[in-house]
């Protein structure tokens, strides 16, 4: 899955991202993640992005191109990315088609998130995220959770929430201006390309990610929910078989070729086992990652 998420400053597509990528077990890339990397690292490029970044203005396309291009180069995007705050503009998004053709990788889907301007605000002054996990929430949306499950996997502690620099009103208002005339013409560029879906990412949180679901899901429903019944069923079958394998009735043999003739019938099993693994595993390597 290969996938850009496109929506204004507060549309709320990094919370979805970061759902979307620990659902799918693929990264989640983010421009803003990848800048404030370099600006800590205190290089030259982050110095420069920096300033443009506390003015609300855009970084240097050249710059950005670079990060995303050595980010698409690392081994745990091969299963696919989540785009998210890239590309920027026309210029971002043609570098990033000649990028992804390069690669052999063009995008499956493009998703732009649509949010009133008021709303946007109200949300965008309730964004905190996590100083040493960097986990993005929302004091007035998403708040983050309390209790035994609330601990942060960087520290084990309690989450560190800062409020970014740039989120403040004063330049809220400048990044909503220039959302609206870089970025918006990209909802034309990849229309055309026939890869835009549109969703409605106004209200609750966990509305939103199911519509995006929806939005992600293959053009056959119908067809996807017959296989998922299929598979239930077959899972059922084997379920049962098994007990009755246990209980050794007479036929016990039988019944027990049928469990395992059943058994096999169910990959679906083998593959949610295998992922989950995957995705244990890409996580706390993206973890290591983003302490650095
Ligand atoms: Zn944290």
Do not use: W
């Not at 995008?107 to 309730?126: K, M, N, P, T, Y």
């Not at 007990?243 to 036929?251: D, I, V």
């Amino acid at each position: 899955m290969r996938i850009v998420l496109l929506g204004a400053p507060g549309s709320g597509k990094g919370t979805q991202a970061q759902r979307l990528a620990e659902r799918n077990g693929i990264p989640q890339i983010s421009t803003g993640d990848l800048l404030r990397a370099a600006v800590a690292r205190g290089t030259a490029l982050g110095l420069a992005a920096k300033a443009a970044m506390e003015g609300g203005r855009l970084v240097d396309d050249a710059l950005v191109l670079g990060m995303i291009r050595e980010r698409l180069g690392e081994p745990d995007v091969r299963a696919g990315f989540i785009l998210d705050g890239f590309p920027r503009n026309l210029i971002q998004a043609a570098a990033l088609d000649g990028l992804l053709a390069e690669l052999g990788q063009p995008l499956d889907a493009v998703v732009q998130f649509e949010v009133d301007s008021a709303e946007l605000v109200r949300r965008i002054s309730g964004r905190r995220s996590c100083a040493d996990c960097g986990r993005v929430f929302n004091v007035l949306t998403s708040p983050p959770p309390t209790g035994a499950a609330a601990m942060c996997p960087g520290t084990g502690a309690p989450h560190r929430l800062i409020q970014r620099a740039d989120d403040n009103e004063a330049t809220v208002a400048e990044r909503l201006r220039v959302y609206d005339e870089k970025t918006r013409p990209l909802i034309d560029f990849y229309r055309a390309r026939g890869l835009l879906r549109t969703i409605d990412a106004a209200g609750e949180v966990n509305a939103v990610t199911q519509r995006l679901a929806r939005a992600l899901a293959p053009a056959a429903p119908a067809a996807a929910a017959r296989v998922r019944k299929g598979a239930a069923k077959s899972a059922a079958r084997a379920k049962s078989a098994a007990r009755a394998a246990k209980s050794r009735r007479p036929g016990t043999r039988a019944t027990a070729r049928r469990a395992k003739s059943a058994r096999k019938k169910t990959p679906a099993r083998a593959a949610r086992k295998k992922h989950a693994a995957a995705m244990r595993s890409r996580r706390s390597g993206a973890r290591r990652r983003t302490r650095r």
